[in-house]
């Protein structure tokens, strides 16, 4: 096995190390740029660790993003990234500036973030309500299976209130009572 004796001030040599063959196959991501279009223009940004993924075409096409085919990886800036992250935990509010004031009846619908939440709580979720899922998940695909099942649970929302009302009616008289 050939050995690359580097001393001070010396480069690397072309021989074969860790699987790369010269020293630009083994840039890091600071040497890249990040593999997005916006809007038409390639993005110049710094790549950072978080990659383009079919979980986020999406949220990117919502921000006019589409990814540079003729680039070598896959990999975006984390200004892309944290724009990425707000679209998609966003939430529409009744009072939200947005509706400038128009009601026209709907409910508001809240979203939950399900990729915010640890794999054990997933998990468990996954269990006590027996989702038919494969084993070996990883937690994006655990988090869209759970969110797609929650998704479905009907609420009866005037019945929740008026029995969490009651519940804590008559825990607070109790408690009056041993007092």
């Known amino acids: 096995m050939q ?3 580097l ?3 010396s480069k690397m040599s072309n021989i074969s190390t860790n699987g790369f063959s010269t020293e630009d196959d083994s840039r890091s991501s600071h040497d890249q740029v990040c593999c997005l279009i916006d809007n ?3 993005c110049q940004r710094q790549a950072g660790n978080a990659s383009y993924s079919k979980r986020i075409q999406n949220q990117a096409r919502k921000l006019k993003l589409t ?4 680039s070598p990886h896959i ?5 892309h990234k944290t724009q990425i992250q707000n679209i998609r935990t966003k ?3 009744k009072d939200s500036e947005d509706d400038q004031g128009f009601n026209d009846g709907a409910e508001e619908i809240v979203e939950i973030d399900f990729f915010q939440m640890p794999v054990n709580t997933l998990r468990r979720y996954k269990r006590h309500y027996k989702l038919p899922t494969r084993p070996g998940l990883s937690k994006a695909q655990l988090a ?9 649970i009907p609420v009866m929302e005037k019945e929740t209130l008026q029995l969490f009302f009651y519940t804590t009616k008559t825990k607070r008289s ?6």
Do not use: L
């Open 7 to 9: 001393t001070s001030g």
């Open 75 to 79: 990999y975006i800036c984390d200004y």
């Open 91 to 93: 939430r529409k509010r």
């Open 144 to 152: 869209d299976a759970v969110a797609s099942h929650f998704r479905t």
């Open 3 to 5: 050995s690359n004796n």
């Open 67 to 70: 990814r540079d085919e003729v």
């Open 174 to 179: 109790e408690n009056k009572e041993s007092s």
């Open 40 to 42: 038409g223009d390639k």
